[in-house]
């Protein structure tokens, strides 16, 4: 978790776009859960398996969605979150108006995510 707490923190994009923005973000993987909480963009802890809804964004996917998420090269549909939102394979819920305000700085974090092993499908 480590590793990816610092590549998140270590990006300069992400750092620009999320410089104002503090939020928790849930991703719901099939049954599992990982929470990522942002302050002032920059991830301050990743908690895994959790049961609390939190107050800012809810990612919610099955497992298998997420595994084509994750593959080197996605199907068209899976190969990024607003793609998986619109087909169906994705549901987003809690703070509509964090999302769309910070909706580059959540893809970007979804993209590291993407790259670890944490909370993998």
């Known amino acids: 978790m480590d590793e990816l707490i610092a590549a998140i923190n270590d990006d300069p994009e992400l750092q620009r776009r999320g410089r104002y923005y503090t939020c928790q973000l849930k991703l719901v993987v099939g049954d ?3 929470m990522f909480s942002v302050e002032n963009g920059q991830l301050a ?4 398996d959790v049961t609390i809804d ?3 964004i809810t990612l919610a996917a099955d497992a298998d969605a997420w595994r ?3 593959e080197s090269l996605p199907a068209p549909g899976f190969h990024d979150i607003a ?4 087909q169906g394979h994705l549901s987003i819920s809690g703070d509509v108006v964090r999302w769309l305000s910070n909706m580059g700085y959540v893809r970007g974090l979804v993209k590291h995510w993407s790259r670890s092993d944490v909370c993998s499908p």
């Open 32 to 34: 599992r859960n990982v």
């Open 45 to 48: 802890r990743i908690d895994t």
């Open 54 to 56: 939190p107050d800012g």
């Open 68 to 70: 084509r998420h994750r």
């Open 83 to 86: 793609a998986m939102q619109d």
